[in-house]
């Protein structure tokens, strides 16, 4: 089961079925959407991705994901899960961009990335980030993620794998996540 986080001004916890539409619009947000996956997508391939959530994940616990609330709001997404092309754990976030340029992204990443060591006792944690994603970029080199290799996409694009080790994190992405159960 998706244990809730909680950060200095975030709150992750387990996606509701009321969690429905927020979960939609902030992926069909083009702002959003152009730094996750392949999207924009139709509406209807994300509200059965959101339904895949609860399946595939919760059900399975295959992996977490988590619904990032500030306040009684929903203002973002985040995950860790197994993924082949990085042969490991990756963290995957995303926030609205109404709470874009408050540190955030950061504050999140980190709340994630030390649950992968703290809790899943992962030695690594790795991150995949479209080229001009530089605040994203940022954020992660902040916290200690190292740039591993340039992955070219079909479209001709540059996403680059960034990881975090376990080393890096006592140095960089310190602060562990208060895990309420």
């Not at 139709?42 to 339904?51: C, V």
């Not at 740039?147 to 070219?152: G, Q, T």
């Not at 140095?171 to 996540?177: A, N, Y």
Request: proline letters at 5%; aromatic letters at 10%; charged letters at 25%.
């Amino acid at each position: 089961m998706t244990p809730p986080l909680r950060s200095d001004r975030l709150l992750l916890e387990a996606y509701v079925p009321a969690d429905e539409d927020d979960f939609v619009a902030l992926f069909m947000d083009a702002k959003v959407s152009r730094w996750m996956g392949d999207g924009p997508w139709p509406e209807a391939e994300y509200r059965a991705t959101f339904a895949r959530i609860f399946t595939h994940a919760y059900q399975s616990e295959n992996f977490d994901v988590w619904a990032v609330r500030q306040g009684s709001r929903m203002v973002g997404h985040a995950e860790i899960k197994p993924a082949k092309v990085v042969e490991g754990h990756e963290l995957v976030y995303g926030l609205a961009p109404e709470v874009w340029g408050r540190g955030l992204g950061t504050e999140l990443a980190q709340t994630v990335t030390a649950y992968g060591f703290e809790t899943l006792n992962l030695e690594q944690v790795y991150a995949t980030v479209a080229e001009p994603n530089v605040a994203s970029l940022a954020a992660l080199r902040k916290l200690g993620f190292r740039h591993v290799r340039d992955i070219a996409e079909d479209d001709g694009t540059i996403t680059h794998l960034l990881s975090c080790g376990r080393a890096e994190q006592r140095v960089s992405c310190s602060g562990e996540p208060e895990i309420y159960r």
